[in-house]
């Protein structure tokens, strides 16, 4: 029976580390393009961008799953996207307005006495990107990156609205059979997960402890 | 012949003038010291000549040729004032350093840039100047120490090789040890003293008069973005010709 459960929360967990994965990979980069946005000098692109990420913040991300799931459909007749690529999409651009967040947080909170030092010994605009100011950025950003990852794994279990079998959803299934233990038993993997991923940040934290 | 001279520079922010008709020269191996009440326009006259901000008007000659003027566009592209602006060092108020580099890779990090991109120099001959930079700075066992490990005056001292890395024509300070200690000024004024010694040319914005007095060739108070008066340190200091820069020395002397 243990093996049985296992077996089958494995299965659900499997999706949920996908889900967890890939709205990483494409909401880390996407996330970054957005905060540029969000900086732009260009009055109507900020707007339209700060006003984009605050509509996103500001609602659930289970609406939003909602929404992708069944507008286009309903709105314009289009056929449904399939089901964990609704999902996906869903993460992703509520994750990238988080994470944009984040990065112009950091970017912004570099001084701007850094870059006119660099300016000042004759360094080229990249060469003051990658040369000073990344570093900066990346050790400001971890910690709330930190946190945003972890509130990522717990979100993923709001994928079963539109019925993607996450974990959470394996381990309910037993409830008709009588069994609550197996919920239980599904905490034990996402605190697993979520204890790797602080480990994890710790050593990021620890390794830009080197300067201030 | 001047190493430079500055033709009524002029510089507005939105409606307000900060700068106007700020002209004067400097000898080569000559300190020129600036004083003036605070938002009288000397750091932005800094900033103009290190091209971090683009004067509305005038003329910046260095060694006799334009390297700016308002007039020309040529002058002005990103390209012609990255190489430009090298005529000039700035040493800043709060240093500036770069945190996630050591003291000698501070002072070594842009010179190692320009060795990459021209091929110049090697790495080693580099990092030798460095550290004998920071020998001269009296930082030969900091060298290794990230910025937040080292005093105030420490750190200013780590700056002030850093921009003399570069081998500026022209080195600028703007007020180096108003964000010091009173107990740590003495260290980087000494440092500047040196300098002087071994005649480097040098603006120096200060509000210590009685080193400008000293270490300056020539002075400058400004008010309000206009040149009142200008000349030999003891004269303008000791006895001003202007109503204006009498009050403020006065109100000086008051504080101290
Ligand atoms: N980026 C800016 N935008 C608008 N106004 C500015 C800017 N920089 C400086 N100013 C204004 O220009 C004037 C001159 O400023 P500046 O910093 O050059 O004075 P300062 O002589 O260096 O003063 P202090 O002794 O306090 O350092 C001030 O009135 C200041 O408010
Ligand atoms: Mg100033």
Redesign the pocket.
Same mark, same amino acid.
């Given at each position: 029976m243990l093996l049985d459960v296992t077996l089958s929360l494995l299965e659900g967990f499997g999706v949920t580390v996908q889900m967890f994965v890939l709205t990483l990979v494409f909401a880390l980069p996407l996330g970054l393009i957005i905060s540029f946005g969000s900086m732009s000098r260009f009055a109507p692109l900020r707007r339209l961008i700060q006003g984009f990420v605050w509509i996103v913040r500001g609602s659930p991300l289970m609406l939003q799953v909602l929404i992708i799931f069944y507008g286009p459909g309903l709105l314009f007749g289009l056929p449904l996207l399939p089901r964990f690529t609704a999902a996906l999409l869903a993460f992703v651009i509520n994750y990238a307005c988080y994470f944009s967040e984040i990065y112009r947080g950091g970017i912004q909170s570099v001084p701007r006495g850094q870059y006119e030092a660099g300016q000042v010994l004759g360094m080229t605009k990249p060469q003051i990107f990658f040369k000073i100011t990344l570093l900066q950025v990346i050790k400001r950003i971890i910690p709330p990156m930190g946190n945003e990852w972890i509130t990522l794994v717990k979100d993923t279990a709001l994928v079963r609205v539109i019925s993607v079998y996450e974990i959470i959803w394996m381990g309910e299934s037993y409830i008709k059979k009588g069994m609550i233990w197996p919920l239980f038993y599904t905490m034990v993997f996402y605190l697993a997960f979520n204890g790797i991923l602080t480990i994890f940040f710790g050593w990021l934290e620890k390794k830009m402890d080197y300067f201030k | 012949m001047a190493i430079l001279e500055v033709k009524h520079i002029e510089?507005h922010?939105?409606s !307000?003038k900060?700068?106007n008709d700020i002209s004067f020269s400097l000898e080569k191996g000559q300190a020129l010291s600036i004083i003036? &009440?605070?938002?009288?326009?000397? !750091? !932005?006259?800094?900033?103009c000549l290190n091209f971090l901000?683009r004067p509305d008007g005038g003329v910046i000659c260095v060694n006799g040729r334009v390297i700016f003027d308002a007039e020309d566009k040529t002058t002005q592209s990103d390209k012609e004032i990255r190489k430009k602006r090298l005529h000039f060092g700035l040493v800043f108020?709060n240093f500036n350093l770069f945190p996630q580099y050591t003291a000698l890779e501070n002072v070594t990090l842009a010179r190692e840039l320009m060795a990459k991109e021209h091929g110049s120099e090697s790495k080693a001959a580099i990092r030798e100047e460095g550290l004998t930079l920071l020998k001269q700075m009296g930082l030969a066992d900091r060298a290794n120490h990230y910025p937040h490990q080292l005093s105030g005056g420490q750190q200013q001292r780590v700056a002030i090789a850093r921009a003399l890395a570069m081998k500026p024509d022209i080195l600028c300070f703007?007020?180096p040890t &108003?964000a010091l200690d009173p107990e740590l000024t003495g260290e980087v004024l000494r440092v500047i003293r040196e300098l002087a010694k071994q005649k480097t040319t040098m603006i120096i914005?200060t509000?210590e008069m009685a080193f400008a007095r000293d270490v300056a060739d020539q002075v400058i108070f400004?008010d309000d973005?206009v040149i009142v008066e200008q000349g030999d340190p003891r004269q303008v200091i000791e006895h001003p010709a202007q109503e204006r820069t009498r009050q403020f020395l006065a109100r000086y002397s008051q504080e101290e």
């Open positions: - | 510089k922010f939105g !307000t900060v700068l003036g &009440s605070s938002g009288s326009g000397k !750091t !932005t006259l800094l900033r901000e108020q703007d007020e &108003s914005v509000h400004m973005g």
